[in-house]
């Protein structure tokens, strides 16, 4: 039976729809607002043995059919995951993950596929939506639904789920998915907004959330199916009791600054307690006993940890509100274009700019209309960083979704492509890792940038931070450690200069957070983003004014687009000269915009002049130098700059009689005319400078402007 519901949010039908489509999954709805539609479908399988984890798969798909428009990959049809695929199948995952009960280890897939596409209603929104719909229509043990919506700030004002067009001129993109009740995770990039501004978005969100959560639950009143009840697996009690005396001695080992020593007498003392408490256990209960012991002292471990830091004090000594110590240096590498070296504590980056040219840009084919990015970042995440073997053949979703989170950070900064027409990559590649080496990347990409000469807006700099909640108990932290992430209950990523925030990522795992812990997190946030900006400004505290010696030049000249043909020639003949002749890149824009790529500045130069000479217009009274290439008996052709030729009339050479031209002027001379005049068909007439001048003198004419070598003001 198909069932359907719908409410109009946000001044938009929002319809949830099952039973029709996909009838053989676990459970699937289909979503729809405005010409967009998403299906998403869930699938149970089977328990998992031996596992330490919730096997959850999510992945969201865009079909290309579903905007009109047949893939651009040489096969024409979809491959791989885009990196916009793999970062909304992140946004899908990471509030869902946390909402399954404890213990439950059954594998689930939850699959998102964009059917059709309106540009003015995201289809990343309605796939969070469905894919938490499909879960609650579900058997499976899923009892919290999820909202999701985005918020945007247009001309000032707050607008909930803006489509393409008013995206393309808002200052904040924040999506934000949660329950009913409480904000569950928040994916943000903003350009300098205040973190008043970003509570308020946050709150906004909120109370769309709860009327999408309202839907959800009406779908399941009429289309849900029974819940199959969960029980979860007895925890390893008696074994956590007998550890429990142990908790003051892992508090010990975990109150040691140094990351390795720390870890080193953790390992000592679980291997310790391990081999005491499976003396004795039979061959046959050993493999469960292991399991048993491993979730046991990781429980034990994160009450240590939480101790600690209620106690006041972190694992490193550090008060929680302290950031560790930062150092930091630029020009490290001799031949990259900019590069900077960013240390904070035991979270290490080195990362470099590479400036290109107009056709290094990455182009971008999906259902948007195609276009092209000159601005990238990729973040590298090697297993030495950590100590660990790793040989991963490319990046994986958390090196994308970390690389996306920087790149929102620094774009907000970036100029202009129209004044500053280069490509621009980032690359970083962390080299030591012990908490926020996202922000790290932010750090160091800001640094090198600056080492570059990206004539940046401001410095950035992105902090990490976390909260530990125990009843009445809270304590907000600063700069976390990994440890300190793995066991708190939120953390969260911010990014910004030193007038607002430009990047936030919130991941939170308990709920009933209030607004007023929200804006003490933040506000401890700023604090520390300003200290990191200060540490960083002893380094580099603006972007140089010159390039770097190994970057490309690239000038622009903008011609009348009716002159585009003549600079490039017949089959091309005139750029590929230019370009031949100073080595050079030359490209032209549709709207008259020439951009000229040069290795150095006087190859860039020579073939800015030669593109200006051969798309200047003659102007009526001004003088150039020109260059006698034919002569006739009624006068003399004179080529002023590069293919444009003007006459000079024979009674025009002199003010004296003359009778031959020949007698006058030969081929190759250089000589000083003034245009006189330039018809209708663009013929060109000229006068002698010399007889030019004796008519001004004489009131005839006024006075002629420019100077020689075809030269003309720009």
Same mark, same amino acid.
């Given at each position: 039976?198909?069932?359907?519901?719908?409410?109009?949010?946000?001044?938009?039908?929002?319809?949830?729809?099952?039973?029709?489509?996909?009838?053989?999954?676990?459970?699937?709805?289909?979503?729809?607002?405005?010409?967009?539609?998403?299906?998403?479908?869930?699938?149970?399988?089977?328990?998992?043995?031996?596992?330490?984890?919730?096997?959850?798969?999510?992945?969201?798909?865009?079909?290309?059919?579903?905007?009109?428009?047949?893939?651009?990959?040489?096969?024409?049809?979809?491959?791989?995951?885009?990196?916009?695929?793999?970062?909304?199948?992140?946004?899908?995952?990471?509030?869902?993950?946390?909402?399954?009960?404890?213990?439950?280890?059954?594998?689930?897939?939850?699959?998102?596929?964009?059917?059709?596409?309106?540009?003015?209603?995201?289809?990343?929104?309605?796939?969070?939506?469905?894919?938490?719909?499909?879960?609650?229509?579900?058997?499976?043990?899923?009892?919290?639904?999820?909202?999701?919506?985005?918020?945007?700030?247009?001309?000032?004002?707050?607008?909930?789920?803006?489509?393409?067009?008013?995206?393309?001129?808002?200052?904040?993109?924040?999506?934000?998915?949660?329950?009913?009740?409480?904000?569950?995770?928040?994916?943000?990039?903003?350009?300098?907004?205040?973190?008043?501004?970003?509570?308020?978005?946050?709150?906004?969100?909120?109370?769309?959330?709860?009327?999408?959560?309202?839907?959800?639950?009406?779908?399941?009143?009429?289309?849900?199916?029974?819940?199959?009840?969960?029980?979860?697996?007895?925890?390893?009690?008696?074994?956590?009791?007998?550890?429990?005396?142990?908790?003051?001695?892992?508090?010990?080992?975990?109150?040691?600054?140094?990351?390795?020593?720390?870890?080193?007498?953790?390992?000592?003392?679980?291997?310790?307690?391990?081999?005491?408490?499976?003396?004795?256990?039979?061959?046959?209960?050993?493999?469960?006993?292991?399991?048993?012991?491993?979730?046991?002292?990781?429980?034990?471990?994160?009450?240590?940890?939480?101790?600690?830091?209620?106690?006041?004090?972190?694992?490193?000594?550090?008060?929680?509100?302290?950031?560790?110590?930062?150092?930091?240096?630029?020009?490290?590498?001799?031949?990259?274009?900019?590069?900077?070296?960013?240390?904070?504590?035991?979270?290490?980056?080195?990362?470099?700019?590479?400036?290109?040219?107009?056709?290094?840009?990455?182009?971008?084919?999906?259902?948007?209309?195609?276009?092209?990015?000159?601005?990238?970042?990729?973040?590298?995440?090697?297993?030495?960083?950590?100590?660990?073997?790793?040989?991963?053949?490319?990046?994986?979703?958390?090196?994308?979704?970390?690389?996306?989170?920087?790149?929102?950070?620094?774009?907000?900064?970036?100029?202009?492509?129209?004044?500053?027409?280069?490509?621009?990559?980032?690359?970083?590649?962390?080299?030591?890792?012990?908490?926020?080496?996202?922000?790290?990347?932010?750090?160091?990409?800001?640094? !090198? =940038?600056? #080492? /570059?000469? %990206?004539?940046?807006?401001?410095?950035?700099?992105?902090? &990490?931070?976390? $909260?530990? *909640?125990?009843?009445?108990?809270?304590?907000?932290?600063?700069?976390?450690?990994?440890?300190?992430?793995?066991?708190?209950?939120?953390?969260?990523?911010?990014?910004?200069?030193?007038?607002?925030?430009?990047?936030?990522?919130?991941?939170?795992?308990?709920?009933?957070?209030?607004?007023?812990?929200?804006?003490? !997190? =933040?506000? #401890? /946030?700023? %604090?520390?983003?300003?200290?990191?900006?200060?540490?960083? &400004?002893?380094? $580099?505290? *603006?972007?140089?004014?010159?390039?770097?010696?190994?970057?490309?030049?690239?000038?622009?000249?903008?011609?009348?687009?009716?002159?585009?043909?003549?600079?490039?020639?017949?089959?091309?003949?005139?750029?590929?000269?230019?370009?031949?002749?100073?080595?050079?890149?030359?490209?032209?824009?549709?709207?008259?915009?020439? =951009?000229?790529? /040069?290795?150095?500045?006087?190859?860039?130069?020579?073939?800015?002049?030669?593109?200006?000479?051969?798309?200047?217009?003659?102007?009526?009274?001004?003088?150039?130098?020109?260059?006698?290439?034919?002569?006739?008996?009624?006068?003399?052709?004179?080529?002023?700059?590069?293919?444009?030729?003007?006459?000079?009339?024979?009674?025009?050479?002199?003010?004296?009689?003359?009778?031959?031209?020949?007698?006058?002027?030969?081929?190759?001379?250089?000589?000083?005319?003034?245009?006189?005049?330039?018809?209708?068909?663009?013929?060109?007439?000229?006068?002698?400078?010399?007889?030019?001048?004796?008519?001004?003198?004489?009131?005839?004419?006024?006075?002629?402007?420019?100077?020689?070598?075809?030269?003309?003001?720009?």
């Amino acid at each position: 039976m198909v069932t359907t519901v719908s409410r109009e949010i946000a001044g938009k039908t929002l319809t949830l729809e099952t039973g029709k489509i996909a009838k053989q999954a676990s459970a699937s709805v289909v979503v729809r607002c405005g010409d967009t539609i998403v299906l998403c479908a869930v699938v149970e399988g089977g328990v998992r043995e031996g596992i330490d984890f919730f096997p959850l798969s999510c992945d969201y798909r865009e079909k290309m059919y579903a905007a009109g428009k047949v893939p651009g990959s040489f096969f024409r049809r979809e491959g791989r995951p885009a990196t916009r695929e793999t970062l909304v199948s992140r946004l899908i995952d990471r509030p869902i993950r946390p909402n399954f009960p404890s213990g439950f280890k059954n594998q689930v897939s939850v699959e998102c596929q964009v059917l059709s596409y309106d540009p003015e209603v995201n289809p990343d929104i309605l796939a969070m939506i469905g894919a938490s719909a499909a879960l609650g229509i579900s058997s499976m043990p899923f009892h919290t639904v999820l909202g999701a919506t985005r918020i945007g700030l247009v001309d000032g004002k707050l607008v909930v789920n803006p489509g393409y067009t008013l995206m393309e001129t808002s200052k904040l993109d924040l999506v934000v998915s949660g329950t009913k009740d409480s904000i569950m995770m928040v994916e943000s990039a903003a350009q300098e907004v205040s973190e008043i501004q970003a509570i308020e978005a946050l709150t906004l969100a909120q109370k769309h959330i709860a009327e999408i959560a309202a839907l959800q639950e009406e779908l399941i009143a009429k289309a849900g199916k029974p819940k199959v009840a969960f029980v979860a697996p007895a925890g390893p009690e008696k074994m956590a009791t007998a550890m429990h005396g142990e908790v003051q001695r892992l508090m010990s080992c975990f109150s040691t600054p140094d990351k390795k020593q720390r870890h080193d007498k953790v390992e000592g003392l679980q291997e310790e307690l391990e081999k005491r408490m499976l003396a004795g256990v039979a061959e046959a209960d050993l493999e469960q006993a292991e399991l048993d012991f491993k979730e046991a002292f990781g429980t034990l471990k994160e009450n240590a940890m939480r101790e600690i830091i209620f106690g006041g004090k972190r694992c490193d000594g550090r008060r929680l509100d302290q950031v560790r110590p930062i150092t930091s240096e630029v020009a490290l590498l001799p031949r990259a274009h900019g590069s900077a070296l960013f240390t904070r504590g035991e979270t290490q980056a080195i990362v470099t700019c590479t400036l290109g040219t107009s056709r290094d840009s990455l182009l971008v084919d999906d259902l948007d209309p195609k276009r092209y990015d000159t601005f990238m970042l990729h973040y590298n995440f090697p297993g030495y960083s950590v100590g660990e073997i790793s040989g991963r053949p490319g990046p994986g979703r958390r090196e994308i979704g970390h690389g996306n989170l920087a790149l929102r950070a620094l774009k907000a900064v970036m100029p202009e492509h129209e004044k500053f027409p280069y490509t621009v990559r980032i690359v970083s590649e962390i080299t030591e890792s012990n908490g926020s080496s996202s922000m790290a990347s932010v750090c160091g990409g800001s640094l !090198a =940038l600056m #080492q /570059a000469g %990206v004539p940046v807006s401001a410095p950035v700099a992105g902090i &990490a931070m976390g $909260l530990i *909640k125990d009843g009445q108990r809270e304590a907000i932290i600063s700069d976390i450690l990994g440890d300190e992430d793995h066991y708190g209950d939120m953390d969260f990523k911010v990014a910004g200069t030193s007038k607002g925030i430009t990047a936030l990522q919130m991941d939170i795992k308990i709920q009933g957070l209030s607004r007023a812990t929200m804006e003490r !997190a =933040l506000e #401890q /946030a700023r %604090v520390g983003r300003l200290h990191i900006l200060g540490e960083m &400004a002893k380094t $580099l505290d *603006k972007a140089n004014e010159t390039l770097s010696a190994h970057a490309p030049r690239i000038t622009s000249i903008k011609i009348d687009p009716e002159l585009i043909g003549k600079l490039i020639g017949p089959g091309g003949k005139n750029i590929r000269s230019i370009q031949e002749t100073t080595g050079a890149e030359v490209t032209v824009e549709d709207d008259g915009t020439v =951009l000229i790529y /040069a290795k150095d500045g006087p190859s860039g130069e020579r073939a800015f002049n030669l593109v200006r000479n051969v798309t200047l217009v003659p102007e009526v009274g001004r003088a150039y130098d020109g260059v006698v290439s034919g002569v006739k008996e009624f006068g003399a052709f004179v080529d002023i700059f590069s293919g444009t030729t003007g006459l000079l009339h024979i009674s025009e050479i002199s003010d004296e009689y003359v009778k031959d031209v020949n007698q006058v002027v030969a081929l190759g001379d250089k000589i000083r005319v003034v245009v006189s005049e330039v018809d209708r068909s663009g013929k060109i007439r000229l006068l002698r400078e010399a007889k030019y001048l004796k008519q001004m003198a004489e009131g005839g004419v006024p006075a002629p402007t420019g100077g020689g070598g075809g030269r003309s003001r720009r």
